[in-house]
């Protein structure tokens, strides 16, 4: 599943596309000067298959990374070996030793009868920099990979007259790097501001609040316009999510206590953010069933977050349709069984049939191939959207990282393995870079971000009002909620 040949990606940002080129398939393009041969050829420490680079020693691929007179590496190999060498060592140390290549190869081109091309080497590692730091500017925020970029930067202009083209471009890269750098930090402190407690959300609630709270239905009634809503916060989150960030995920995925670094949870809190949401929208739903103390209501606010999730389907926004499955399949909500009675489930059983988790998904990611077959077809920004699963998205490049080996029994580094990593993962921000074709409505969107949320406990508590218990087990549960708001009070 996770290894089938594509020919060609769809179309994505500037940033990815202009790195990317027009495939991201791992084919090695024959232009610039491209290194290798053909089936089964061997170059140096690389070794090629029809024309496609599948493995090589690190620093035979760090040389097939540096430009040289007459070569410019290809850009799918540029942005697949800058995001999969940080699996093998961190940015600014892949920045040294580039830097160290570069120096060797300007100090051969001094010494040799092709000193005239020095600029035109130089304005080719410029190049290599300007796509490195467009496509991974925050390897930039580490103080070592930025003094090694200036330091390889003195290094290439020095051959370079006053005011001229290579100072200018660097001198660009540069600027835009640092305000990227910049917009970034800003973000982060506006985020890390609004931040709520807890669970990136409302406060959690402890008891039940009062009856005349609003609801989501007093919020907006209509299920399209809700979806249309949720796939607008889904975007304006999953757009802050960097290559670099699912990468460095496998890498918490691999430690076994799972123990991160304050540097390390600033990097990801994108990933995080985005992870509490789904989080976050399954506890609401839930709180918006258990609150409701009428069971007519009640069964028509399942019927409501059915009908949700369905537009949220047809959207493309897989991944709010199973954060409402999910919070519709919370224990407290599913044991309400008088209330579930009176809904009209056959919407429902369809969801849920996409959302099988038999056979690996098999139902979810066939509706997810059409959606993306509709995404690269589209004739309009509606049809572009694909937000998938994010939970599965992780796991399936977790899985694919896991089942093959990052070296090969020859030592090389197992390139075919990180071609199809750096496959999905460019999928991937293909669809976080769609813009949200929807009308943002505040009010439904502060709803929605802000609505108090029942803790665990308290969705417990207000289910067995609503439907007392029904069994011995329930019911000891149901005595032990009750001790213990006792002993609190």
Known sequence: MFLEPQEAMPQTSVVFSSILGASCSGQVQPSMGERGGGAGSI?????????????????????????????YPDRTYIFTF??????????????????????????????GPEKAKLKSFSTKIVQLLKEWTEAFPYDFQDEKAMAELKAIAHRVTQCDEENGTVKKAIAQMIQSLLLSLAARSQL??????????????????????????????????DPLVLAQQLTHIELERVSSIRP????????????????????DMTKTYSLEAYDNWFNCLSM????????????????????FFIDVARECFN????NSMMAIISGMNLSPVARLKKTWSKVKTAKFDVLEHHMDPSS?????????????????????SREKIVIPVFNLFVKDIYFLHKIHTNHLPNGHINFKKFWEISRQIHEFMTWTQVECPFEKDKKIQNYLLTAPIYSEEALFIASFESEGPENHMEKDSWKALRTTLLNRA
Do not use: W
Request: glycine residues 6%; hydrophobic residues 35%; positive net charge.
């Open 188 to 221: 982060q402190e506006l985020r890390e501001k609004l931040r709520p407690p807890v669970m990136d959300k409302g406060p959690v609630l402890k008891a039940k609040p009062p009856a005349t709270q609003k609801d989501i239905l007093g919020v907006c009634c």
């Open 82 to 111: 800058l995001l999969s060498s940080r699996v093998f060592m961190p940015p600014h140390d892949l920045l040294a030793r580039v830097g160290q290549i570069c120096l060797e190869q300007r100090q051969q081109l001094e010494a």
């Open 360 to 380: 690996n998904f098999c139902n979810y990611r066939t509706a997810l191939q059409g959606a993306t077959q509709r995404s690269q077809t589209a004739n309009s």
């Open 43 to 71: 170059s140096g420490d690389l070794i090629f298959q029809d024309g496609r680079l599948i493995s090589g020693s690190l620093e035979a691929l760090m040389e097939h990374l540096v430009p040289k007179v007459d070569y």
């Open 284 to 303: 609401l739903v839930a709180t918006e069933v258990c609150r409701v103390l009428k069971k007519k209501h009640r069964t028509r606010m399942l019927e």
């Open 315 to 318: 959207i493309g926004n897989f």
């Open 244 to 263: 670099e960030d699912l990468m460095q995920i496998l890498s918490h995925m691999d430690s076994l206590d799972n123990h991160k670094c304050r540097a």
